[in-house]
């Protein structure tokens, strides 16, 4: 059966602090990997990753995927309390349903 | 562009009652998903359609449950005879023909009292 782990489910951390969420995945027919914030409403979206080794970046955030050990991990620098959040990572079986496969999330809580 | 529109935000159904979720997808998507959150158990996929067409409908319970994307209109996801463990947080999402891109609406809250 596919499943999207990660790892850890929940995490404090002080504001500037640097953090790492993990995830990993056994999908068969993998296409992608996708990452999104959630904070009280719905997901927005992250990144999206396809090639192994290739480093995502958007201000603070980055993310990188390793197709070898079928996982992926998103880092977080300087962290600040607007982080707070529920990060949340899916992969796509690309067969004929398209259908993503979502891990718990890591509940993230910076505090001042 | 408005985005996925869902509504109505918030339900609130008495048990047995029936509810109606709408998912207008954006502009230009014609797939649709419904997923349904509950606290313990994260996103779970429901069903995935296009337009008239269901292609996907595993996650669905196999009663009571019930979705449609009509040529014309919203996606509708219907619950009929709502019991308490129905109660979560229902999301739609939405996406160009042949991308991956996902974007989801802001849900709508269910809860059976």
């Known amino acids: 059966e596919d499943k999207v782990v990660q790892s850890p489910l929940s995490l404090v951390v002080h504001e500037g602090d640097t953090v790492t969420l993990n995830c990993s995945y056994e999908?068969?027919?993998?296409?992608?990997l996708l990452w999104y914030k959630q904070e009280k409403k719905a997901p927005t979206f992250l990144f999206m990753l396809?090639?192994s080794g290739i480093e995502k970046k958007s201000g603070r955030l980055s993310s990188i995927l390793d197709k070898k050990e079928l996982s992926s991990i998103l880092n977080i620098t300087a962290t600040q309390t607007g982080d707070s959040a529920i990060y949340l990572c899916?992969?796509?079986?690309?067969?004929?349903?398209?259908?993503?496969?979502w891990g718990l999330g890591t509940s993230l809580a910076v505090n001042p | 562009n408005a985005g996925v529109m869902q509504n109505p935000r918030h339900l609130v159904r008495r048990r047995g009652q029936e509810a109606r979720l709408r998912c207008s997808p954006m502009?230009?998507?014609?797939?649709v998903y419904w997923y349904r959150q509950l606290p313990e158990e994260g996103l779970k996929f429901m069903v995935y359609?296009?337009?008239?067409?269901?292609?996907?409908e595993s996650g669905m319970p196999k009663e009571r449950f019930s979705a449609e994307f009509p040529k014309e209109g919203p996606s509708i996801l219907r619950i009929q005879q709502v019991v308490r463990g129905d109660s979560a947080a229902y999301f739609c999402?939405?996406?160009?023909?042949?991308?991956?891109?996902?974007?989801f609406g802001s849900g709508t809250r269910l809860t059976v009292v």
């Open positions: 999908v068969t027919n993998f296409r992608s």
């Open positions: 899916a992969s796509f079986n690309a067969g004929n349903n398209r259908k993503l496969i």
């Open positions: 999402a939405s996406s160009p023909r042949d991308t991956d891109g996902y974007t």
């Open positions: 396809t090639s």
């Open positions: 502009k230009g998507h014609s797939h």
């Open positions: 359609l296009q337009k008239e067409n269901i292609i996907d």
